[in-house]
């Protein structure tokens, strides 16, 4: 069975500074990944996600994530924030029959001005 | 226009009481999803359904019923509602059953609370 581990539950940066959110999976195949954004009292949007190929991908918002077998990595980041970047972070895994994603536990990411 | 739109969006309700959720795409997806977000913000997925076919239920105690009534709406109903039932609900839907490839869209949830 898949699963995938946030091993950052809180992080907070400063307002321009650089971003990176850790994300590591496990799961027995070529894993399927994503990530979601979740805003206060909303949905989740998609960031961005991994299916093959090039192993750095280009999200929206800025936002880029690095696929890294050897590690079973795919974390998160953004060469500088925005205030309006906090928000919950969920790393994800889609795997096999159902399409059935596997979430994470998040990461809380605070902004300072 | 929403994409996945889900009603109501705050629901609360006395212990023992039924209540359904409901969820409606425009996307002209066949597959719908239902998750539970519990108070850690842990996501899990309940049930899928690829047009009106239960696919998935990941052990989802049987006073949870799903129902698609066509491949554009999935509701949720909750019979006997518990204090563990308190969580946040979110609808999705991709374009199709595809071995964990497709994108899901999320609706904005509906935070269920019982007392």
């Known amino acids: 069975a898949q699963s995938v581990t946030q091993p950052d539950i809180h992080i907070t940066v400063s307002e321009g500074a650089s971003l990176e959110l850790r994300c590591n999976y496990s799961?027995?195949?070529?894993?399927?990944l994503f990530w979601y954004v979740q805003s206060p009292g909303q949905g989740l949007q998609l960031l961005l996600k991994?299916?093959?190929?090039?192993?750095l991908v280009q999200g929206i918002k800025g936002f880029e994530a690095e696929f890294k077998r050897s590690q079973s990595s795919f974390n998160l980041r953004k060469p500088s924030v925005h205030w309006s970047d906090a928000a919950e972070y969920f790393c994800?895994?889609?795997?096999?029959?159902?399409?059935?994603?596997?979430f994470g536990t998040g990461t809380q990411l605070k902004v300072e001005l | 226009d929403t994409a996945v739109s889900q009603t109501p969006k705050y629901l609360v309700t006395q212990m023992g009481n039924d209540k359904s959720i409901k969820c409606e795409q425009n996307?002209?997806?066949?597959?719908m999803y239902w998750y539970k977000q519990d108070s850690k913000k842990f996501l899990k997925i309940m049930f899928s359904?690829?047009?009106?076919?239960?696919?998935i239920n990941e052990t989802v105690p049987n006073r949870f019923s799903p129902k698609s009534p066509d491949k554009a709406h999935l509701n949720l109903h909750i019979n006997s509602l518990e204090l563990g039932d308190s969580a946040v609900y979110f609808c999705?839907?991709?374009?199709?059953?595809?071995?964990?490839?497709?994108?899901?869209?999320f609706g904005p949830g509906t935070r269920l609370t019982v007392l």
């Open positions: 999705a839907s991709s374009q199709r059953i595809g071995g964990g490839t497709d994108t899901q869209y």
């Open positions: 799961y027995g195949a070529t894993p399927y």
């Open positions: 991994y299916f093959s190929g090039d192993t």
């Open positions: 994800a895994v889609g795997a096999g029959g159902g399409n059935k994603l596997t």
């Open positions: 996307l002209g997806h066949d597959t």
């Open positions: 359904y690829n047009n009106k076919e239960l696919i």
